[in-house]
């Protein structure tokens, strides 16, 4: 049971230690079963607008914890956490409407309607910005991030990767510079901006894999396979271990380009060599790499969202897509070399071959106990980005790999990572 809420809170908080205090207080309390406790303290975060309590409540009053059983006010929690971007209240608020009648769900739309009426009428009083300390410009951030349906976290006043990338999606939606940075000046145009302004989700594009693990196995729903190593999922997500060991002579390792399951090593020698050189006679190597894969098609081009966090260096951990049956094969990796120069780089596999199309040469130095957020597009042009936390570090066109692609694979060559979450969508 421990290990099961602890897994919801990290869940929910989509970064440790993002949550608000009362947040966290509410968690404690619904984790030691103290249901009516949880059901106060999370009622006064939601009607701060904090998307996770609301979604909390809508969990309590379904099940019926602390409270009777009333789908009527779980559906109107789940809908109104779906508004602010929660990522799991819109499945589990359909997943009730079908215990529900027409009638309650009416009942349900209204009551949520007549919650984000009273919420405009309070929202007249927002505070001078002017009179905001820095943090306090964090929280109206993040309020009206939320009230546009932005998932941008608790309203903490911490400028989390949630918040960052709620800050840099809205800036994109709406035309302006993309820097993901809190500033009086964003807080003036949010609080302009009305719903109705910002641009609608796209529902043309296909999910092709979601996965968050929170089911405990990695063996269905979706169904990875394991090519190498050992995967196991916790309370964080899916994660790898693997020890390195040094060594002085780079090419002992015997690496055969027509051997496929040896080219994620090749690749990782490619990057080490161009790491700093401050000690050019040793590099970390992998004993053994930890290789998993999952079949996932998708369209040439895609959209990717990661989640993982790194917690030792040296190491290094290859993500990407590939085509046809082989996950070694051709296809794209996107390799983080944690404390390392370059920091990212993104290699094309073809036929054996493997070539570095784009880099970014700082380091990145990831390994502080926190998940940071990648996400990476192709569009039909071969026109690649990729975003960590909010960054734009690597932008190339590249039109070699022109059919679909099959599938996500991911390398663990050296070091202690974790997936907590993927999705990937055309």
Do not use: C
């Not at 421990?2 to 919801?8: F, G, Q, R, V, Y």
Request: glycine residues 8%; proline residues 3%.
């Amino acid at each position: 049971m421990i290990i099961k809420t602890l897994a919801l809170t990290l869940l929910l908080l989509g970064s440790v230690g993002l949550a608000s205090a009362d947040f966290n207080d509410a968690m404690r309390h619904f984790e030691q079963q103290e249901y009516r406790q949880a059901l106060q303290q999370f009622g006064d975060a939601a009607k701060r607008g904090d998307a996770d309590a609301q979604y909390m409540l809508g969990r309590l009053h379904a099940a019926g914890n602390g409270t009777t059983q009333d789908f009527v006010q779980a559906h109107k929690w789940y809908n109104l956490a779906a508004s602010r971007g929660h990522r799991h209240a819109a499945g589990a608020r359909d997943a009730l409407a079908e215990r529900m009648t027409s009638s309650q769900i009416a009942r349900a739309q209204q009551a949520a309607r007549d919650w984000r009426q009273q919420e405009a009428a309070g929202s007249q009083s927002r505070p001078d910005i002017n009179s905001l300390s820095d943090q306090e410009t964090v929280v109206e951030i993040q309020r009206e991030l939320n009230r546009l349906g932005y998932d941008a976290g608790p309203t903490d006043g911490a400028m989390g990767s949630r918040t960052r990338n709620a800050i840099y999606q809205y800036q994109a939606d709406m035309g302006i510079s993309q820097n993901g940075r809190a500033s009086t000046d964003l807080l003036q145009r949010l609080r302009q901006t009305e719903t109705d302004e910002v641009a609608a989700p796209d529902t043309s594009s296909e999910v092709a894999l979601r996965d968050n693990f929170s089911d405990g196995d990695y063996r269905r729903n979706p169904a990875w396979t394991v090519l190498s190593g050992k995967f196991e999922v916790d309370q964080n997500g899916l994660r790898s271990i693997v020890d390195t060991q040094q060594v002085t002579d780079r090419d002992s390792r015997g690496l055969s380009s027509d051997r496929p399951e040896e080219i994620g090593l090749a690749v990782l020698g490619m990057i080490l060599d161009q790491r700093s050189n401050d000690r050019q006679d040793e590099a970390p190597a992998a004993v053994e790499p930890a290789e998993i894969f999952v079949n996932a098609p998708v369209d040439n081009a895609f959209r990717m969202e990661l989640d993982f966090a790194s917690q030792q260096r040296p190491g290094s951990l290859a993500v990407g897509l590939f085509q046809g049956n082989r996950p070694q094969g051709t296809g794209y990796r996107l390799i983080y070399s944690a404390g390392a120069q370059p920091g990212l780089s993104l290699i094309r596999l073809f036929s054996g071959n493997a070539e570095v199309v784009a880099r970014h040469d700082g380091r990145l130095d990831l390994e502080d106990g926190q998940f940071h957020g990648i996400v990476w597009t192709r569009d039909r042009n071969g026109q690649m980005q990729v975003r960590v936390d909010g960054r734009n570090l690597l932008s190339v066109q590249d039109n070699s790999l022109r059919d679909p692609f099959q599938g996500f694979v991911m390398a663990n060559h050296g070091g202690d990572y974790t997936l907590r979450r993927i999705r990937l969508e055309d």
